[in-house]
């Protein structure tokens, strides 16, 4: 038996029930949102809504014609129940930082979030509602006059939309310069506004000349004394949040080994950003949060070429997501799809793979170098993959990345898990270059950013800074300096400790990675160097 078709509707008709069905079915936390910030004042939350939806209607009328509106509104549709399943599932706001995310992952990292979840939501309100749009027929109407009478319809609409932001125009403008999280979670607004805003960055990127920086980058009086090369490995931590770490005062031992070794912790450390697309290249760049952007991080050199410029053989190995472009003149090496056996055994390697690269580059190394390792760290929803489960201290577990469907004791343990295991390697790393007879060594880690594990509602990380929450932005950051480093490079451990308890962000890295391995430069901030005061 076939249906029979309904009777053909005017584009405009179709276009009205599509905005209506979005904006009912892909707005939860939106409206959420809306009943908590105008409690007490119901109508005038009714008021902006259907300001909303007259402004929504209005921008998609153009697009009625016959023979694009269809596919427009299917674009919308599936857009829309995306947007919405990451916003009720996790909390995640799709703006542009999001949308650059999305376009540097790896389809390995994208994979774990295609769950039953994903799918069941983008079949009910994405991919059926796409087939009924397809299904319905439309009218039969003469140029001219549709474009006459789309063109009025889309005036009338916004005229209305402005009528009525003007009834109370006092208390929208507040909250919309006060109340940011409100427009953040519309759908489809707010993640088409962060597209066009991402394709506008990329289009800006495009022709940019990279300055050069640190053109005068020189070995101090410690560092170009004769002896044994000076090796720096660099960590870059994934997703390490420092309110899980015990060496921060976590009530959990998830620090054992690191507490073993003579490390300097610093307690009180922010990110530059809550997402490796920003905070990776912003740590590596010259310049403070304040003054970071995308683009301007690209039209300068970072810390890599300054490091190159002084001499340095400068390797970055990656098992993440790859450099964000911090790499880009040297190269990268990408060690998340070995097939060690060990490593991977879970179809993903966990850190251990660039453990066995290092022990197997140490014995190579003869002149002073750099060698950078972005690892994959806590980096979720799939936490259970990035550790070995036989040492795995905390169960019950989440084996799963669909994490609704797990308790908080669960999802908690899996990421303790993953920290425990940061503390492994990084203590292994510790005790490799300890052992290294032909190295002056000495190591410096930070997370990249940290971690939302449920708390009001948010999980995974990646929220706009102005309003994420200190788990995102709060991350762990550890130096060691060998005894040989000490005395070669005038370093001591004392010094550093002193600085332990300062409040400190990834703006202090480029600044102190320098001055750790005695490097001079006019670039070099003193003011943000750790070392600043060590040495005579």
């Not at 490091?307 to 040297?330: E, P």
Request: glycine share 6%; charged share 20%; aromatic share 8%.
């Amino acid at each position: 038996m076939t249906l029979p078709r309904p009777k053909p509707l005017s584009a405009a008709m179709l276009v009205a029930l599509t905005c209506l069905f979005i904006m009912a079915t892909a707005n939860a936390t939106h409206f959420r949102n809306g009943a908590r910030i105008f409690e007490g004042a119901p109508l005038a939350f009714v008021t902006l809504e259907a300001a909303l939806f007259f402004l929504f209607y209005a921008l998609i009328l153009p697009f009625s014609q016959r023979w694009i509106v269809k596919p427009v509104l299917v674009f919308l549709l599936l857009v829309s129940a995306s947007a919405s399943h990451f916003l009720e599932t996790y909390g995640t706001i799709i703006d542009r930082e999001m949308i650059q995310n999305v376009m540097n992952t790896t389809t390995t990292e994208a994979g774990h979030l295609i769950t039953f979840g994903f799918i069941r939501d983008m079949l009910i309100f994405g991919v059926l509602p796409s087939a009924v749009v397809l299904w319905v027929p439309l009218k039969d109407e003469r140029l001219l006059p549709k474009l006459l009478r789309t063109a009025v319809i889309a005036v009338v609409s916004f005229a209305l939309c402005l009528g009525l932001l003007l009834t109370d125009y006092s208390r929208f403008a507040a909250i919309f310069r006060e109340q940011k999280e409100l427009m953040a979670t519309w759908n489809p607004g707010a993640p088409i506004t962060g597209t066009i805003r991402y394709a506008k960055l990329i289009m800006r990127s495009q022709n940019i000349v990279v300055a050069p920086l640190g053109t005068d980058a020189k070995a101090g009086p410690y560092l170009s004394q004769p002896g044994k090369p000076v090796l720096a490995v660099i960590v870059v931590g994934e997703t390490g949040r420092a309110a899980n770490w015990s060496l921060n005062g976590y009530s959990r031992d998830t620090n054992p080994e690191l507490a073993k070794r003579d490390i300097t912790y610093f307690t009180d450390v922010t990110s530059c950003g809550t997402s490796t697309a920003v905070s990776v290249p912003c740590m590596f760049s010259a310049l403070p949060r304040e003054d970071y952007t995308y683009t301007r991080g690209l039209s300068q050199e970072n810390l890599v070429d300054v490091l190159v410029r002084a001499g340095f053989d400068v390797k970055w190995w990656d098992n993440n997501t790859g450099s964000q472009h911090v790499a880009k003149r040297i190269g990268e090496q990408e060690y998340d799809k070995e097939k060690d056996p060990v490593a991977c055994a879970l179809g993903e390697c966990d850190d251990r793979i660039l453990l066995k690269q290092l022990a197997a580059e140490l014995p190579k190394i003869t002149k002073n170098t750099a060698i950078i390792l972005h690892t994959v760290g806590s980096h979720g929803p799939s936490y259970y993959l990035r550790y070995d489960p036989a040492t795995a201290p905390f169960a019950p577990t989440c084996q799963t990345g669909e994490l609704g469907k797990c308790s908080s004791e669960q999802i908690v343990n899996t990421y303790d898990n993953t920290i425990a295991f940061t503390d492994r390697i990084l203590a292994e790393t510790v005790d490799m270059l300890a052992g290294a007879p032909n190295l002056v060594p000495v190591m410096y880690y930070v997370s990249d950013h940290g971690e939302s594990l449920g708390e009001n509602g948010l999980y995974l990380h990646a929220a706009p800074w102005f309003m994420a929450p200190t788990e995102q932005t709060h991350v762990p950051m550890v130096t060691w300096v060998s005894p040989e480093a000490e005395s070669r490079l005038g370093l001591t451990k004392a010094c550093l400790d002193a600085r332990k308890a300062d409040t400190l962000s990834h703006d202090n890295m480029f600044a102190t990675v320098l001055g750790m391995l005695d490097i001079q430069t006019e670039a070099r901030d003193p003011a943000l160097d750790l070392t600043a005061d060590c040495r005579n």
